[in-house]
């Protein structure tokens, strides 16, 4: 009876593991099959299944001139997820009480900044930057008016700048009076969040992520050993030509993190946790708060929430033209999934959907 046992046993985990295998062997070769078909070098993935890592691994090459291998601790610009990791600090710091969601955002703002527009700031709360119901054009930022579609911004964004865009900025609408997404108001966001904690938005992240989930590569700049692993990214129009990586400046907290794939899984797995524990004054459970942009679909701090019948997903995900990003979850499942790649396009949220979808 102990042999049989045993042997049911041994047959039990050799059938679980050749599943395994073969799911894995499924999606390695949609993975193969869509950078073939995009004509993309590059490519990191994180999977969550069952509330724990199932995969973390790269595909492809560093760049086209580069033989050496993507794997997880490969270095990607990560575009608009950023805003998740600013709604995260932002959230920090409203736990602590240093900000508050129905304040006017001019109370968190230098003088300089408001000189000329108070009477139009004052009319914005905290909760609508970080909702995007503010009414701030997404190009009131003039790095955003700058930049050229395509092209990395390498001309750096200061302090002064955004000072002089505050005080020339006029609204599209009424504050509170509908959505609409807005690169800029995340950039102020990062800007409140340095006035009202004395802090550089580098250190904020340090201090609220890097430091406290250990995302060691989950960064505004790169030390010289980081940047030996920072995939090359291409255009998503035509993709054998090269681009860079951008320097946003104060705009980072909107566009321009860096992080790889093995951090993004590792901070998955945790935001996961919260939401199923529905943990709502942990920082990194982030649609307390929403505003709606669409039937279904709300926006939180940094992340969206999307509802189709009794199925809730969560995430956001970014594009550069170059680098590109995906992140989502699903609580209820208990799986997530994040894809990095070297250039975007709708094709990396597709892929993403029919993997996490195969899984579920």
């Not at 950078?35 to 086209?64: A, C, D, W």
């Not at 997820?81 to 932002?90: D, L």
């Not at 799986?335 to 597709?350: F, H, Y």
């Amino acid at each position: 009876m102990k042999i049989k046992i045993f042997s049911l046993l041994l047959l039990s985990i050799f059938i679980g593991c050749n599943f395994k295998s073969k799911e894995q062997q499924s999606i390695d070769e949609k993975i193969k099959k869509a950078l073939i078909q995009n004509n993309v070098p590059s490519l990191s993935i994180g999977l969550i299944k069952n509330g724990k890592i199932e995969l973390v691994k790269g595909f492809g090459f560093v760049s086209r001139t580069d033989s050496s291998k993507v794997n997880e601790n490969s270095i990607f610009q990560i575009a608009s997820q950023s805003k998740m990791f600013t709604g995260i600090i932002a959230n920090n710091l409203i736990q602590e009480g240093r900000l508050n969601l129905n304040t006017p955002i001019t109370e968190y703002l230098p003088k300089e900044a408001i000189k000329r527009s108070k009477k139009t700031l004052e009319k914005i709360k905290l909760r609508n930057l970080l909702t995007h119901t503010s009414g701030i054009p997404s190009d009131a930022c003039s790095v955003y008016r700058e930049r050229i579609e395509g092209e990395a911004w390498l001309k750096g964004y200061p302090k002064d700048r955004i000072i002089t865009d505050l005080n020339q900025l006029k609204l599209e609408f009424e504050p509170n009076s509908k959505f609409q997404y807005s690169n800029s108001g995340y950039a102020i966001v990062g800007f409140i969040c340095e006035y009202a904690s004395g802090l550089m938005y580098e250190e904020l992240l340090k201090k609220y992520i890097t430091d406290k989930y250990h995302l060691d590569n989950t960064v505004v700049d790169l030390s010289n050993e980081q940047k030996s692993i920072l995939v090359t990214p291409y255009k998503k129009s035509e993709r054998e030509i090269q681009t860079k990586a951008s320097d946003m400046g104060m705009a980072t907290p909107a566009s321009a993190i860096f992080s790889n794939v093995t951090d993004l899984t590792n901070i998955l797995s945790k935001q996961i946790l919260a939401y199923r524990k529905k943990e709502i004054q942990n920082p990194l459970y982030l649609t307390l708060n929403t505003s709606k942009m669409d039937e279904g679909l709300e926006y939180g701090f940094g992340l969206i929430k999307e509802t189709k019948g009794k199925t809730i997903k969560y995430g956001h995900g970014g594009d550069a033209d170059g680098f590109a990003c995906e992140y989502f979850f699903n609580p209820t499942e208990n799986t997530g999934i994040v894809v990095l790649t070297s250039s975007g396009g709708r094709w990396v949220g597709q892929l993403a959907n029919e993997i996490l979808e195969s899984i579920n």
